[in-house]
């Protein structure tokens, strides 16, 4: 099974991880990654790349992070070449909701069927009424 | 070339450039002066696909921002000059580059260094390289993000 890294900006991947186990329950594989603004790169490098190895089984992880361009992304894109990964930005709860109904793809096509529902989950809300 | 802010951030190029710094300062182009990402394809190009599309990120080692800001293509670009660490800072000054101020955002912890604030730790051999930058005329500020309201050098270089 593909293995899952919530990395984010301070609490926001716990909350996302716990949150989505509230609705669906524990999600497998999954582990969520903070980090404080004091800590240092390498020290945070240290415990991404711990993260990764602890939910590995050789099928590959999907590293999702809050935002492309921050730290998170930054680091996480650092690894992409030696290992077998793949970083998603903009993570969102209907993302992980996702992942934990149901993880039976290979790594690259996990990754693309959740950007699809991150993104197809946006909604501007008076846009659907226009519709009606 | 216009320099908007010149910053020490063990981070270079993150969230706090991106989303506080660019927009606060209106920079069109972020110069990154540090020796690993120069000898980094990869790294740089992370760096150069995570600002706005209108801002252009430019890697030189530490000792060639001086010849680069020389070069600087035009008075209207303005800049924003990123080092990892102080002593990088002061060697850039030493070998020429040009800045009158220097704001610490984030100074990790690293060897001998003690807290200053929340994100900045410095050590003995970084206050001697800012004094030094002080005295040269540099005014040196501790400030993470642009609503910050800014550290003065006089409260934590005693």
Redesign the interface.
């Given at each position: 099974m593909v293995g899952v890294v919530v990395f984010t900006?301070g609490e926001l991947s716990k909350a996302l991880v716990d949150t989505a186990a509230f609705i669906l329950g524990p999600l497998e594989r999954t582990i969520s990654l903070g980090f404080a603004?004091?800590?240092?790169?390498e020290r945070i490098m240290e415990r991404l790349q711990s993260a990764i190895r602890a939910v590995d089984d050789g099928e590959g992880v999907l590293v999702l992070v809050d935002?492309?361009?921050?730290?998170p992304?930054?680091l996480s894109?650092?690894l992409l070449?030696d290992r077998k990964l793949e970083v998603l930005t903009g993570v969102n709860l209907p993302m992980l909701l996702k992942i934990g109904s149901g993880r039976e793809q290979r790594l690259s096509e996990l990754a693309s069927a959740v950007r699809e529902v991150g993104i197809s989950n946006i909604r501007l809300a008076s846009d659907f009424l226009k519709g009606r | 070339m216009n320099i908007a802010l010149t910053r020490v951030d063990s981070r270079l190029v993150h969230g706090q450039i991106v989303e506080s710094w660019i927009p606060f300062t209106r920079a069109t182009t972020i110069v990154v002066a540090n020796d690993a990402v120069a000898r980094d394809a990869w790294r740089a190009s992370i760096m150069k696909a995570c600002v706005p599309s209108e801002v252009t990120v430019q890697v030189v080692r530490v000792d060639e921002l001086a010849s680069a800001q020389k070069a600087g293509r035009s008075e209207t670009q303005s800049a924003i000059v990123l080092f990892a660490t102080i002593q990088d800072a002061l060697t850039a000054y030493e070998s020429g580059a040009l800045f009158n101020q220097l704001n610490l955002g984030n100074v990790h912890e690293h060897p001998g260094s003690r807290q200053v604030s929340p994100t900045v730790y410095l050590n003995d051999d970084d206050v001697s390289a800012l004094r030094r930058l002080e005295r040269a005329g540099v005014s040196i500020e501790i400030r993470a993000v642009s609503r910050d309201k800014p550290l003065p050098a006089s409260s934590f270089l005693r």
């Amino acid at each position: 099974m593909v293995g899952v890294v919530v990395f984010t900006h301070g609490e926001l991947s716990k909350a996302l991880v716990d949150t989505a186990a509230f609705i669906l329950g524990p999600l497998e594989r999954t582990i969520s990654l903070g980090f404080a603004p004091s800590e240092s790169e390498e020290r945070i490098m240290e415990r991404l790349q711990s993260a990764i190895r602890a939910v590995d089984d050789g099928e590959g992880v999907l590293v999702l992070v809050d935002m492309f361009g921050g730290t998170p992304s930054n680091l996480s894109l650092r690894l992409l070449e030696d290992r077998k990964l793949e970083v998603l930005t903009g993570v969102n709860l209907p993302m992980l909701l996702k992942i934990g109904s149901g993880r039976e793809q290979r790594l690259s096509e996990l990754a693309s069927a959740v950007r699809e529902v991150g993104i197809s989950n946006i909604r501007l809300a008076s846009d659907f009424l226009k519709g009606r | 070339m216009n320099i908007a802010l010149t910053r020490v951030d063990s981070r270079l190029v993150h969230g706090q450039i991106v989303e506080s710094w660019i927009p606060f300062t209106r920079a069109t182009t972020i110069v990154v002066a540090n020796d690993a990402v120069a000898r980094d394809a990869w790294r740089a190009s992370i760096m150069k696909a995570c600002v706005p599309s209108e801002v252009t990120v430019q890697v030189v080692r530490v000792d060639e921002l001086a010849s680069a800001q020389k070069a600087g293509r035009s008075e209207t670009q303005s800049a924003i000059v990123l080092f990892a660490t102080i002593q990088d800072a002061l060697t850039a000054y030493e070998s020429g580059a040009l800045f009158n101020q220097l704001n610490l955002g984030n100074v990790h912890e690293h060897p001998g260094s003690r807290q200053v604030s929340p994100t900045v730790y410095l050590n003995d051999d970084d206050v001697s390289a800012l004094r030094r930058l002080e005295r040269a005329g540099v005014s040196i500020e501790i400030r993470a993000v642009s609503r910050d309201k800014p550290l003065p050098a006089s409260s934590f270089l005693r």
